[in-house]
């Protein structure tokens, strides 16, 4: 069956990066948009960024755009968000989803992982 194990989550301080990892696996990677969510808590899962299923394309919420880019290597069945300029509101769960096709804003989300922690000290 199909598994995604998010990674790379953990404690930094404001300003600073972190990369998170989603690894795939039961699933052929290439023929799946990916895409990042996040909760914190106390409040509603939101969308983070997405990329297509041929890397082509990519898509962030407006208060990730210019510090978050997100990535995917087929050969390795991994898609990557690599987060910058750090700040507390970003903390929260960082989930990866799997989207067969093409990504929209409509899109139906066929597995989750089981999130990785983001902590942001200030």
């Known amino acids: 069956q199909v598994q995604l194990v998010e990674s790379g989550g953990g404690l930094v301080q404001a300003g600073g990066s972190l990369r998170l990892s989603c690894a795939a696996s039961?699933?052929?990677?290439?023929?799946?948009?990916m895409a990042w969510f996040r909760q914190a808590p106390g409040k509603e899962r939101e969308f983070v960024a997405a990329?297509?299923?041929?890397?082509?394309?990519?898509y962030f919420e407006d208060s990730v755009k210019g510090r978050f880019t997100i990535s995917r290597d087929n050969t390795k069945n991994t898609v990557y968000l690599q987060m910058n300029s750090l700040t507390p509101e970003d903390a929260a769960v960082y989930y990866c989803a799997t989207v067969l096709g093409d990504w929209d804003q409509t899109s139906h989300y066929d597995c989750w992982g089981q999130g990785t922690q983001v902590t942001v000290s200030s």
């Open positions: 990329i297509s299923y041929s890397g082509g394309k990519t």
């Open positions: 039961g699933l052929t990677f290439s023929s799946y948009s």
